[in-house]
């Protein structure tokens, strides 16, 4: 019994220290197009050290039926399949089977379904302040290609030389200075094209910029102006390989990261749904992203350090896929939401067409996108955890309990025997010092007292109840021993 109880009570100090157990996350967009690809991150982490754990889907419902699926990568895992186009302006349970570090789960998310329109202006944060002309000589405006400089990065900027009606200035000798960060080394000296655009880089290698401009608008003298920029951690920078894409193309697009390698989680956005996801790994600081889903209108590109929470570090660029002309498409959806006063979306004849869909492209930038959560276990493995450990100790303070009763046994058994032999001995000293003298009735309250056979059956059933509960106790103990040895 004081091994039962030595083992019970290693098992009961050593119930806290469970296990690691997976707990599952998977996010994606806030709805999906019916009849157009979808995409998903599972990822899976330590329930207590939130450590990554390696995440494997095998199987993907909608509404009950397996659909097909291709999924990529292991921490996290990305999922791409397809809503089917009956399920249009609905509501669709997407269940998806994932197993991790022996655990398996099938994990639900009833997902909003809605048929794809391919032309909203901008889909995801609050769009850009709305721009009107205000009185005043110049209106001049600097714009790095992915709206912020990445710091210790090389950013292409645009600038455009605007009069106080939004009208492009052009021809318009342009000086650029700075001491540090210009690409080459300032002072520039530019001169607007017809939409009163001019571009250089910037090398962002210090917290704060502030660029001198002087500009000599016609029929003036120079004016001098500096323009404060503020580099920001985003740490990559995406380019897309052309302004507009053509229905069928593959969108390429070039990442570039602050790092040598890094690994980047990307995805292709429409209307708040997840059409492509990807992780990406770059090396010697780049990384090419070919992208065979279709698009119409307008779509996001967004890169992220993390699976799911954007913070400092992404990139995102608008996608445009149309089979209309460049400006003209890139401008209708600056338009048709008032982002630029209508004198500054006038495409004079002679305009740098690629130069000019940049500086429009900046103005679609928008919010970074933030992953929405379909769901995540952490919350309820703690607590089906927890409860699993109450009820462990709550069944060994029982069979601890137990094994005292035994020993209370045992000591009862102790004390029987004792009391039988000293009545023994207490009737052989009589007999012996009084012999034939001994009152009968003192004979008679001796062999009653003393009544061997009952204490007998007494003791052996004590030590019978003893002897198997010992047995029991000590068995349950090195079961449950073994199975926290187990899980560990």
Same mark, same amino acid.
């Not at 199987?59 to 249009?88: H, L, M, N, W, Y």
């Not at 607590?383 to 709550?394: G, I, L, P, Q, Y």
């Given at each position: ?7 019970? +009570?290693?098992?009961?100090? $050593? ?23 979808? *995409? ?95 009185? +005043? ?5 600097? %714009?790095?290609?992915?709206? @912020? ?9 645009? =600038? ?33 094209? /017809? ?129 209309? /002309?460049? %400006? ?7 338009? *048709? ?5 209508? $004198? ?34 952490? $919350?309820?493995? @703690? ?42 001995? =207490? ?33 052996? =059933? ?27």
């Amino acid at each position: 019994m004081g091994t039962a109880l030595f083992v019970l +009570g290693v098992v009961y100090l $050593n119930l806290d220290k469970h296990p690691d157990i997976p707990g599952f996350v998977v996010v994606g967009g806030k709805h999906a197009l019916a009849g157009r690809p979808t *995409a998903v991150r599972v990822s899976a982490r330590g329930v207590d050290s939130k450590a990554p754990m390696a995440v494997t889907v095998d199987r993907v419902e909608v509404d009950g039926k397996p659909v097909q699926f291709d999924a990529e990568g292991t921490d996290p895992t990305v999922v791409r399949f397809s809503v089917p186009e009956a399920i249009a302006r609905g509501r669709a349970v997407v269940t998806l089977g994932v197993s991790s570090r022996g655990r398996s789960a099938a994990l639900e998310h009833t997902l909003t379904v809605l048929q794809g329109m391919g032309d909203v202006v901008l889909q995801d944060g609050e769009p850009p302040a709305k721009r009107v002309a205000q009185p +005043g000589q110049l209106r001049i405006d600097v %714009l790095p290609e992915n709206s @912020v400089l990445a710091m210790g990065m090389q950013n292409k900027v645009v =600038m455009r030389v605007r009069d106080h009606r939004g009208n492009g200035l052009a021809n318009v000798p342009v000086r650029l200075n700075h001491k540090n960060c210009l690409i080459p080394p300032g002072p520039l000296r530019l001169k607007t094209d /017809a939409l009163g655009l001019v571009d250089f880089e910037i090398d962002a290698r210090q917290p704060g910029i502030r660029l001198k401009i002087d500009i000599m608008p016609p029929g003036q003298p120079w004016v001098e102006t500096e323009e404060p920029l503020q580099p920001r951690g985003r740490r990559m920078l995406l380019r897309a390989d052309k302004s507009v894409y053509r229905p069928g193309d593959t969108i390429t697009t070039t990442l570039h990261t602050w790092e040598t390698e890094a690994e980047v989680h990307c995805d292709l956005l429409q209307e708040g749904a997840v059409l492509w996801s990807s992780t990406v790994t770059s090396a010697a600081k780049k990384a090419r992203l070919n992208i065979q889903v279709p698009c119409e209108g307008l779509c996001r590109l967004q890169c992220m350090g993390h699976p799911w929470d954007p913070g400092d570090e992404f990139s995102t660029i608008p996608i445009v896929v149309t089979s209309e /002309a460049t %400006l003209p498409a890139i401008t209708a959806h600056l338009r *048709a939401d008032n982002i630029l006063h209508p $004198n500054s979306l006038k495409i004079p004849p002679g305009v740098d067409t690629d130069r000019a869909a940049r500086y429009f492209l900046t103005m679609l930038q928008g919010e970074p996108w933030t992953p929405e959560l379909w769901l995540s276990t952490r $919350n309820d493995d @703690v607590a089906s955890r927890d409860e699993k450990v109450a009820t462990n100790k709550r069944n060994v303070l029982i069979a601890i309990a137990v094994v005292f009763l035994l020993i209370v046994l045992v000591v009862a058994d102790v004390v029987l025997k004792n009391l039988t032999a000293q009545r023994r001995r =207490m009737k052989a000293f009589a007999e012996e010092t009084l012999g034939d003298d001994l009152p009968a009735a003192m004979a008679l309250t001796l062999d009653e007292d003393g009544d061997q056979e009952r204490l007998l059956r007494t003791r052996g =059933m004590l030590l019978l109840i003893a002897m198997v509960g010992a047995l029991l106790a000590n068995l349950v103990g090195i079961i449950w021993l073994l199975a926290l040895v187990g899980e560990a």
